[in-house]
């Protein structure tokens, strides 16, 4: 009885899954508290760090599939997130979480921006949100290569597709749709 108890002790507790309306107010309030391209740094937080409803691995797995898919790479993330947490009601729930009530407060702000538009202090405020979204992509840019295992291949993907992308402006597209190839051809072959 007294090993049982420490066996249980020693176990990590999993937390309940959301409900449908905990899942929409937190892909809501992520949506709307969040600036530019920092979103995924704030689910990376939300879902990961704070609620343990996913691994790190699992969430940059889900973000590696979501960057692949055609769109917008938040809204695959959070489509993903939801599928994975509640099935195709997750899946609505944080499409629709993440799309509209930011799309609401968009066209609010885009009426207010145009009328504030003359004046300078408008467009610092607007630097400066575009500071902050920068910040949080290379934060999440870090934390995903913290994860990679150190390994030469998935450096020389990378270091590739920087070249292919950045300094030779190749079509995104295909230096993707190449890459991505390659990368499941060697994990295949490594796995086999």
Known sequence: MAAARTLNMSEPETPPAPSCSQLFWIFTRIALTSFGGGLSGWLLREFV??????????????????QALPGVNVKNMAVWIGYRLL????????????IVPPAIVIVLLGTLFSSLSRYPLTHVALT??????????????????????????PIAIMAATFVAVALLHWPLFWVVLAAGFVSVAYAYARAG
């Open 49 to 66: 760090q704070n609620r343990k409803w996913m691994t790190q691995e699992e969430f940059l797995n889900g973000l590696s599939i979501s």
């Open 87 to 98: 099935g195709w009601r997750g899946a609505i729930i944080g499409f629709v979480g993440i």
């Open 128 to 153: 400066g949100a575009a500071a902050a979204a920068v910040g949080l992509s290379l934060s999440m840019g870090i934390t995903a290569a913290r994860a990679l295992p150190r390994n030469a291949f």
